[in-house]
């Protein structure tokens, strides 16, 4: 089995910032792509910010510049650090990660159980 626990969430108010983080623990051989969708209330979930394995990154256009993911190998961890947040940026984020379990394995798409962002003055 593989579990992704975020930690990172609250509210907050226009213009601060927040840092979420994602480990990734259980049966883990490899893991290749990582990153952060979100989910506002009535909308579908849409990518954040992705990284692979090697560091390359892809960002929304709605983030760019805001935004910044990263990830520790060593620890599978993956994080987002979110500057100048806006309410638009108010949704439940969830990680996601493409782990591998073991060799003869294929990569499988795990999700964490999500964390509320909440943007408001």
Not at 3 to 11: C, I, K, R
Request: aromatic content about 8%; hydrophobic content about 30%; charged content about 15%.
């Amino acid at each position: 089995q593989v579990q992704l626990v975020e930690s990172g969430g609250g509210l907050v108010q226009p213009g601060e910032s927040l840092r979420l983080s994602c480990a990734a623990s259980g049966s883990i051989f490899s893991i290749n792509d990582m990153g952060w969708y979100r989910q506002a209330p009535g909308k579908q979930r849409e990518l954040v910010a992705g990284i692979t394995s090697g560091g390359s990154t892809t960002y929304a256009d709605s983030v760019k510049g805001r935004f910044t993911i990263s990830r520790d190998n060593a620890k599978n961890t993956v994080y987002l650090q979110m500057n100048s947040l806006k309410p638009e940026d108010t949704a439940v984020y969830y990680c996601n990660a493409n782990v591998k379990r073991g060799i003869g394995y294929l990569h499988v798409n795990h999700w964490g159980q999500g964390t509320q962002v909440t943007v408001s003055s």
